[in-house]
């Protein structure tokens, strides 16, 4: 089924780009809302101080400064501005009273026993912890304590094990303040690509490589941003500063570096001048928007979306004017609700990142004919050499053609018209696509009126190869490419950038991983719980990069049983499901073009597992050209293609076990071998690691890693047919990449990797049956 990639309403513009200078510094919570009422600056020490540190006299010019509060991550209910792992903590801040409040009291959050003085006098002795933000009275003696002017908060907190976490502010109990907006982790680490961004040079290639039009305007650069309450619809009147389109409002590269809670909406505001083209129609695109959106043109509604991970359009012709026109979007992100959110949480830790809220990929302008090509879907035929295509229309297509011409390398190869929406195409002596010969085929596409005159054209490419399965001598399933058996051996890529997050600094950083892992000797990456800009796969496609492709994740997820047998499903509601099913068919709708693709994943590691049989069928269904793996490392349920360990450190599959005899035998993750790099760390006051502890030299850490590769090496004479090590780069606080998290060291060489992945590659002596 082919979802519409246009949603009802719709501006083109010759979209006015003014000159700016990005600014990287990170913005202090003080900063992002100069008028919040709360103090969240402090001194520091972890250091014994002084007796009469708490006195208002005492001089704490040599402890450190740090944004409150103080803790590790993931501690339940915290707002973490600085690291605090030692046992003990002293903290001094100064606030200012107009006046004292009648009802005074201390908002707090704390472990384990906290001691808080007001002006050198004990206000507060508090035992034992708390998982989220409480209100303490101060009665009318400790009232006294406070005084107008500047005022002196002192505290000591003491921890015993765990996570842990203070932060304490006096407040008025019947006028309570806002308390200051997240901060994500504000790491020093920043990429190559990233330090060389402009607002001029953020993402200005082309973002639709496989229906390409030549006229079409980029509206990424800076916009204007506030963060409003949730319940506000009313367009802002002021803006609380500028934000970097494409980067998101937590990344170091859109230069705000705010979290986005669940209560508050987020709205981006900029102009654009557009010269309308009598008769055209105005397109309106955004490659992704995390979470739920709606887009105003000139105060008039054009559209709602909901779904964070792939592309979207509004028409936008009936509110767009010639000249100058107004675009606003309103945003909200409730991420760790019911939505897909992949690896995002609100506090980041252990294999869990950074939340991703907005605009994170690049927004569009184009205008087309009345009757125009919507979208394209391309099929091919390793065994005839065919390419098929199915077009599909806006506007009324009545009395219309659709003439196809192939070209390879300039030279026209093969030319077709039909009347109908459908067409198919033989090459002659068709050259097939592959990892070691990545041969694509360029279209041109028009749409032609009943005179032959063009209505439409666009500009697309196709590989020719088929996917299928086969068994072995010993009836052990392989994979096939155009009909013979394929190892696939290629890094778990989860797409993460330290100063970008979701969003790659630009096309040439994304290029870059995808080139380096081909130069280590991969054929294959498994897409990670992320959908890429739609220019990643067509930079596997030319290069000849294979990928597995994950949905993202979120929603309720069942106890994981591994392979075990007998797994139970989570519990969705029929609204939870259709939405997680509509974004999955809209994933497949997006990528389903690019030849690089070659396994479905709809499942990882039961995370929101839910309807298994019934995702499962329906994938197979919905795309029989590729191979579908229910449930990488998940709860295995008997359908799709593969059967999926997960595995930690060293390689493992239950290769004795009858149950997975009809399935493809992979392991979908294994190694995880970390090493960190001293300078390229994102944080290096972190609890770092990776899978089996840390190696203490460089030597152990290739020793592991060659380790992993032989018992890999051993499995696949047995049978299994691909391996996934984790991972391409570091991630936050995994250092267990094959590079760091900023791309500038690698731990291990390409062309040494390259050396070492050989043995993977080399024949097995058993013959290969039929494909299917």
């Known amino acids: 089924m082919k979802t519409p990639r246009i949603h009802s309403h719709t501006v083109l513009a010759a979209g006015r780009i003014c000159v700016w200078t990005l600014t990287l510094a990170v913005l202090s919570l003080g900063q992002l809302r100069a008028a919040d009422p709360v103090t969240n600056t402090w001194k520091f020490t972890t250091d014994r101080p002084d007796i009469g540190w708490q006195k208002t006299a005492f001089n704490d010019s040599s402890w450190q400064e740090g944004e409150g509060g103080f803790g590790t991550q993931s501690t339940p209910g915290s707002r973490l501005g600085t690291t605090w792992k030692t046992g003990d903590i002293w903290l001094r801040k100064s606030f200012n009273l107009d006046q004292v409040p009648q009802s005074p009291a201390l908002l707090l959050h704390h472990d384990d026993e906290t001691e808080v003085f007001i002006n050198g006098s004990l206000a507060s002795e508090l035992t034992g912890w708390r998982t989220s933000y409480t209100t303490v009275p101060l009665d009318k003696n400790q009232r006294e304590f406070l005084t107008e002017g ?18 304490v502010h006096v407040i008025d109990a019947e006028n309570p303040p806002t308390l200051p907006p997240l901060s994500p982790f504000n790491s020093k680490l920043i990429t190559q690509w990233g330090s060389e961004l402009t607002p001029e040079n953020a993402w200005t290639e082309y973002p639709r490589p496989q229906l390409v039009r030549e006229n079409w305007t ?80 000139n105060d008039t509604s054009v559209g709602t979306h909901q779904g964070g991970n792939t592309p979207f359009a509004f028409d936008i012709t009936d509110a767009v004017k010639n000249g100058v026109n107004t675009m606003v979007v309103r945003v909200e992100d409730d991420t760790e609700a019911a939505q897909l959110r992949g690896k995002q949480v609100i506090s980041p830790g252990g294999i869990m990142y950074t939340q991703v809220s907005g605009i994170w990929q690049t927004v569009w302008l184009e205008q087309v004919s009345p009757t125009y090509l919507n979208d394209l879907s391309i099929s091919t035929n390793a065994a005839d050499g065919t390419i098929s295509i199915v077009c599909e229309t806006a506007g009324d297509a009545t009395n219309t053609k659709l003439r196809v011409v192939v070209k390879e390398e300039g030279s026209t190869v093969a030319e077709t018209e039909s009347a109908t929406s459908e067409v198919t195409v033989t090459i002659p002596n068709a050259k097939l696509w592959s990892p070691d010969s990545p041969h694509l085929y360029s279209l041109e596409v028009e749409l032609l009126d009943a005179s032959n005159n063009v209505i439409d054209q666009a500009e697309s490419y196709a590989g020719i190869r088929s996917v299928g399965k086969a068994q072995d001598a010993d009836g052990n399933w392989q994979m096939t490419l ?67 492709q994950d949905q993202v994740s979120g929603g309720k997820t069942p106890p994981w049983t591994h392979l075990e047998p007998n797994p139970t499903d989570a519990e969705w509601s029929d609204a939870h499901h ?54 990488s490392g998940g709860n295995f349920w008997p359908v799709g293609d593969i059967a999926d360990q997960h595995a930690y450190p060293n390689p ?17 993750e294994f190694g995880g071998h970390g090493y960190p790099v001293e300078g390229h760390l994102w944080d290096a006051e972190r609890d770092n690691w990776g899978y089996g502890g840390l190696p203490k030299t460089m030597a152990e850490y290739r020793d592991r890693y060659q380790t992993s590769l032989n018992i890999l090496n051993e499995l696949r004479h047995k049978g299994v047919a691909a391996g996934v090590y984790t991972q391409t780069t570091d991630v936050e606080g995994e250092i267990n990449g094959l590079m760091t998290y900023d791309r500038k060291v690698e731990k291990i060489p390409p062309s040494e990797l390259s050396q070492m992945h050989r043995k993977l590659f080399t024949p097995i002596s058993r013959p290969i049956g039929t494909d299917q």
């Open 218 to 297: 980029n509206l990424n650069g800076m916009w204007d941003y506030t963060v409003t309450p949730e319940k506000q619809f009313k367009t802002p009147d002021t803006w609380d500063g500028e934000i970097l389109v494409p980067f998101c409002l937590e990344s170091r590269l859109g230069g705000v570096q705010r979290m986005l809670d669940p209560t508050e909406a987020l709205w981006y505001h900029r102009e654009f001048d557009i010269a309308i083209e009598k008769g055209k129609r105005t397109l309106l695109n955004f490659e992704a928007v995390d979470y739920r959106c709606e887009v105003f043109i």
């Open 652 to 668: 493992f599959f239950p290769v004795d076990d009858g149950r997975f005899d009809n399935f493809i035998q992979v392991v979908g």
């Open 150 to 167: 500047e005022n002196v908060l002192a505290v000591h907190c003491h921890q015993d094990a765990g996570g842990q976490y203070i932060d």
């Open 482 to 548: 155009n009909g013979k058996p394929i190892f696939h051996w290629g890094p778990l890529d989860q797409g993460w950038w330290p100063d970008g997050l979701l969003t790659p600094p630009s096309d040439e950083g994304m290029l870059f991983d995808i080139e380096w892992l081909k130069a280590a000797g991969f054929n294959m990456i498994r897409k990670h719980i992320k959908v890429e800009p739609r220019r990643y796969y067509y930079h596997c496609d030319r290069l000849g990069m294979m990928v597995w």
């Open 578 to 631: 259709d939405q997680f099913m509509l974004e999955f068919d809209w994933m497949i709708d997006t990528l389903e073009n690019h030849p690089s693709i070659v396994v479905w994943g709809p499942f990882n590691e039961a995370w929101g597992q839910h309807r298994t049989m019934e995702t499962g069928q329906w994938t197979v269904e919905r795309d029989p050209s590729r191979l579908v793996n229910i449930a």
